[in-house]
């Protein structure tokens, strides 16, 4: 009979003996890329109707540029269509207004451009188109088309 109670007393002891739970961990990388990117939004250049060419006319152009945070940019301007020279000139048929491109201290939009450090929101570039003072010309719809190109 002790053998009988021992041997079930050992089995009630393994019975309530807790199990062990095993852990196993490991590490996960994670990475993240941030490219430089630049994106431009081009606002017309409008001189509205000009009858008289003995003052100059001007008007700003709501071009903004957006780029990376600390991305630099370099940003021009092409000749436009009808340029003679390095004068750009608004045409209609075979009739032209000369007109010039500026920034918003009216400092003439360099041909190697200008540069621009990215802040993450839309800059306003403070592009503004000029009419300078010139003989008049016949009436007329006048129209250029400038290309802006953005290096970053």
Excluded: E, H
Excluded at 1 to 18: D, E, H
Excluded at 36 to 61: P, Q, W
Excluded at 117 to 145: C, H, K
């Amino acid at each position: 009979m002790r053998k009988l109670t021992f041997g079930l007393a050992a089995v009630a002891v393994v019975a309530s003996a807790p199990a062990f739970a095993a852990t196993t961990s490991g590490t996960v990388n994670v990475t993240l890329n941030v490219d430089n990117a630049c994106s431009l939004t081009t606002g017309a250049i409008d001189f509205g109707v000009v009858t008289d060419f003995t003052a100059a006319t001007t008007a700003a152009s709501a071009t903004t540029l957006k780029c990376t945070p600390n991305a630099v940019a370099t940003v021009t301007v092409n000749s436009g269509n009808n340029p003679i020279g390095a004068q750009r000139r608004l045409a209609s048929g075979t009739n032209f207004v000369d007109y010039n491109i500026t920034d918003s201290a009216n400092v003439a939009w360099p041909a190697a451009g200008l540069s621009y450090t990215g802040t993450g929101s839309d800059v306003s570039l403070g592009m503004r188109g000029v009419v300078p003072v010139q003989a008049a010309q016949p009436a007329g719809a006048y129209a250029d088309l400038l290309t802006i190109t953005v290096t970053y």
